[in-house]
């Protein structure tokens, strides 16, 4: 089995650090990156800046000032900006009958920025992110996710696309009760079919990875890296 000190494993896009402690937990040599500094923490295992630019790994220099050489990355997993892309928020590409063309091109923009982690030339790859509008004709995903599949009682859907990984199963099948950080277009008027778990800081917490999902990542895919023939 491989040593997992050895295996290099970039969280792109994550501020709150927990895929990246979840697979620091288990041995691995794993860094978040974001253009936030990190709420996680360990600002040691987090690169502040242009998460694009740490696909090429190379020397990377942490929050606090150390100096690292990865010559590779093993595992990418990303969760970049969702807010133009998703299906949630395709109601702003119209106003009135008028498809918006600025809001148009912020998606194809947060598309292009999504494809950059897809495409990344590294091995393994997960890319996150809700169920995208049709109008940006994205690539198929590879399953969808639930939180409710890993202990959280909230619906949340959530999309992966994986390359040369497996899918997610889940490990704790629980009854949901609410969603999770709802849109805008959800509502307590709207009644209990509408009912959500409101945050004061819905932004954030909603990009936040349920910690039972982290824990599967890091399990899951984690043993699956250890147990690849060399």
């Not at 494993?9 to 860094?31: D, I, K, P, T």
């Not at 079919?193 to 954030?204: P, V």
Request: hydrophobic letters at 35%.
């Amino acid at each position: 089995m491989k040593d997992p000190t050895k295996i290099n494993v970039l969280v792109a896009c994550e501020e709150s650090q927990r895929v990246c402690m979840a697979f620091r937990e288990r041995g691995f040599n794993a860094f978040s990156c974001d253009i936030q500094e990190c709420s996680g923490g360990h600002p040691e295992y987090h690169i502040l800046g242009d998460a694009v630019k740490a696909l090429d790994a190379g020397e990377i220099t942490t929050m606090d000032g150390q100096t690292h050489s990865i010559p590779k990355w093993d595992l990418l997993i990303a969760h970049p900006p969702c807010t133009y892309l998703s299906n949630a928020g395709a109601r702003h590409l119209w106003k009135g009958h008028q498809l918006q063309a600025d809001r148009v091109m912020l998606g194809i923009k947060a598309r292009d920025f999504f494809m950059e982690f897809y495409r990344a030339k590294i091995p393994l790859v997960a890319v996150e992110n809700p169920v995208p509008s049709k109008i940006f004709v994205m690539p198929e995903h590879s399953q969808i996710i639930q939180p409710y599949h890993f202990g959280h009682p909230y619906t949340k859907r959530t999309c992966l696309w994986l390359r040369n990984l497996p899918p997610l199963e889940p490990t704790n099948i629980v009854e949901p009760t609410e969603t999770w950080c709802p849109s805008g277009s959800y509502s307590h008027k709207h009644g209990e079919q509408h009912k959500g778990m409101f945050t004061t800081d819905r932004a954030k917490n909603r990009s936040k990875t349920f910690p039972g999902i982290a824990k599967a990542m890091a399990e899951q895919w984690g043993d699956y890296i250890l147990q690849e023939d060399e």
